[in-house]
C-alpha cells in the first residue's frame, strides 16, 4: 500500500500523506493565476499580470499592460516542478522569461493546448489551457515561505526558508538548518513577534522597510488562510526584487473540501480539466476515490479496509488500480456509481469487491452491483468476498441474477484469485 501510494505519480505530496495516514484526501487546488488574485485580495503583493488562453490575448497583455517590458509566460497546469517539466510536443519548461513580443507570442503558441509532464503530474501530462503572463521579477532573492496544517500540532504551522526557488523538499535534504518551522496556536491566532521573527529568519534586516513589509506579509498570509479555509499556501518562490520589494512570484493554495459550503466562491473555480477524469467522476457521487496505475479494480467499505486490501493485492503480486472506499452509509446509487467507473477504465482488468458488512449492508452492494451489471453489461471478470451483515441474502441476489461472479468467503483467497485473472487477462490483451 506505502509503495502504491508513493508510486502513483498522479498523487500529490499532500493527498499522498493524507492517504497514508488514512484520511479522506480531498482537497481543492486550484491556478496560479486565481491563487494569485486571492492572494491580491487580501493586500499581498503580486507580479501585475493576466492570465490568457489565446495568442493574440497574450500579446495584447504584452503590449498593454506590459508595456513591452520584459516578462515570465507560466504555463496555468496544476502541478508542482512546471519549470523543469516538458511539453508533449518537445517543448521544454512550463515557465519562461520572455524579452521580445516575439518570445511572448512563441512560447505561448507552444504551451497552449500541449500537455505538460512534471515530475508530478505522470506520464500522461496535464493540458495547458491558459497561460499567466507577468512581469519580470529581478530577483535579489528567491526565499520559501508556507503555512500548512499540521497533524502533529492539530494546527497551522509555517515553514519559511531563506532558500527558495527549488523544491523544499531539495533544501530539506541538502540544508535541513536552512528550514524554519513555527506552530501557530489557532485560538490565540499569529502574533506581531512572531510574524517578524520569520521575516528576520527567511534573511531579511531587522529594522528595515523591506522586513517590515515581510512581517506584513506574513500576518495577511494567514489571515487568509484561515478565512479561505485554506490547507495549505505556499510561495516558491517569495521573492526580494531589486528595488526591496517583497513579492509572491509562484503561489500554490489547497483548500479543504469539508468547506465547500462556505466557500462557493472559491470551488466555482476548480479546473476538472487538470483532475483524473475518474476522480471527478467519483467526486460527483461523493465516493472516496483515488486512480492509481495498476490493473485490479477495488471496491471497499472504510478506508482502513481499502488499505488492507490495497496490501494484500500487492502482497499477491497484484497491482491495484485504484483506491475506492464507498464509505459506511453507501447507497445501491453510489455503488452503481463506483462499479460504472471501474468498469469503465480501460486499465482494469479485474474488480475486486470486499466487503464487511457492519453499517453497511451485504445486501445494498449487491443490489448496486448487480443494478450496474444489468444496465451496462459485466464486461469485467469480478471476485466478491462479502462477509457481516445480511451477506446471505446478498449471496442469494448473486445466485438469483444469474451473473457469473466468483464469490469467497476470505480475503486472502479473493486477493489471490483476483491476481490470478487479472494476469490472465493481461496476458490475452
Ligand atoms: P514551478 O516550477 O511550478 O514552481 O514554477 P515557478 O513559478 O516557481 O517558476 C519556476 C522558476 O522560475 C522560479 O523558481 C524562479 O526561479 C523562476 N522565476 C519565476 N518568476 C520569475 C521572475 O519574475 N523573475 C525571475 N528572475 N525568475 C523567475
Ligand atoms: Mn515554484
Known amino acids: 500500500m506505502y509503495r502504491a501510494i508513493m508510486n502513483s505519480a498522479r498523487l500529490s505530496g499532500a493527498k499522498q500523506k493524507a492517504l497514508l495516514r488514512g484520511q479522506q484526501a480531498r482537497m481543492l487546488n486550484v491556478h496560479e493565476y486565481i491563487s494569485m488574485d486571492i492572494m491580491k485580495g ?5 507580479p501585475t499580470g493576466q492570465v490568457v488562453s489565446s495568442v493574440d490575448e497574450a500579446e495584447h497583455v504584452y503590449v498593454n499592460m506590459l508595456n513591452k517590458g520584459d516578462a515570465v509566460v507560466k504555463a496555468q497546469v496544476l502541478s508542482g516542478g512546471r519549470g523543469l517539466g516538458t511539453f508533449k510536443n518537445g517543448f521544454k519548461g512550463g515557465v519562461h522569461l520572455a524579452t521580445t513580443l516575439g518570445d511572448v507570442k512563441k512560447f505561448t503558441e507552444s504551451m497552449l493546448g500541449q500537455h505538460l509532464v512534471t515530475k508530478q503530474s505522470g506520464p500522461a501530462g496535464i493540458v495547458c489551457n491558459k497561460v499567466l503572463l507577468v512581469e519580470r521579477l529581478y530577483m535579489r532573492r528567491e526565499m520559501y515561505l508556507s503555512i500548512m496544517m499540521d497533524r502533529t500540532t492539530q494546527g497551522p504551522m509555517i515553514v519559511a526558508s531563506p532558500v527558495g526557488g527549488t523544491s523544499i523538499e531539495d533544501v530539506a535534504a541538502s540544508n535541513p538548518e536552512k528550514i524554519f518551522t513555527e506552530p501557530i496556536d489557532i485560538m490565540e491566532g499569529l502574533s506581531e513577534e512572531a510574524a517578524a521573527g520569520i521575516a528576520t529568519k527567511i534573511g531579511l534586516e531587522p529594522g528595515t522597510a523591506t522586513h517590515a513589509a515581510g512581517a506584513d506579509l506574513v500576518k495577511r498570509l494567514y489571515k487568509m488562510m484561515i478565512a479561505t479555509d485554506a490547507t495549505l499556501v505556499e510561495i516558491n518562490p517569495l521573492a526580494e526584487t531589486n528595488d526591496g520589494r517583497i513579492v509572491a512570484a509562484d503561489a500554490k493554495l489547497n483548500f479543504d473540501d469539508n468547506a465547500e459550503y462556505r466557500q462557493k466562491q472559491i470551488f466555482a473555480k476548480r479546473d476538472y480539466t487538470q483532475e483524473d477524469p475518474r476522480e471527478v467522476e467519483a467526486h460527483k457521487y461523493d465516493l472516496n476515490y483515488i486512480g492509481l496505475s495498476g490493473n485490479i479494480g477495488c471496491m471497499v467499505n472504510g478506508a482502513g479496509l481499502a488499505m488492507s486490501t490495497m496490501d494484500i493485492i500487492k502482497l499477491k503480486g497484484g497491482d491495484p488500480a485504484n483506491f475506492l472506499d464507498v464509505g459506511g452509509g453507501a447507497t445501491e446509487e453510489q455503488v452503481h456509481k463506483a462499479f460504472e467507473i ?25 443490489a448496486g452491483i448487480l443494478s450496474a451489471a444489468k444496465q451496462i453489461g459485466m464486461k469485467k ?43 490472465i487477462v493481461k496476458q490475452r490483451t
Do not use: H, W
Not at 487580501?42 to 503580486?46: E, S, V
Not at 482488468?349 to 445494498?364: A, Y
Open 42 to 46: 487580501y493586500g499581498i503583493a503580486t
Open 342 to 366: 471501474l468498469n469503465a477504465d480501460p486499465k482494469v482488468k479485474t474488480i475486486l469487491v470486499n466487503i464487511f458488512g457492519g453499517i453497511m449492508r451485504c445486501d445494498v452492494i449487491a
Open 381 to 423: 471478470p469480478i471476485v466478491i468476498r462479502l462477509q457481516g451483515t445480511n451477506v446471505d441474502e446478498a449471496q442469494k441476489l448473486i445466485q438469483a441474477s444469474g451473473f457469473r461472479m466468483i464469490v469467497v468467503d476470505e480475503l486472502e483467497e479473493a486477493a489471490t484469485k483476483a491476481v490470478a485473472i487479472a494476469n
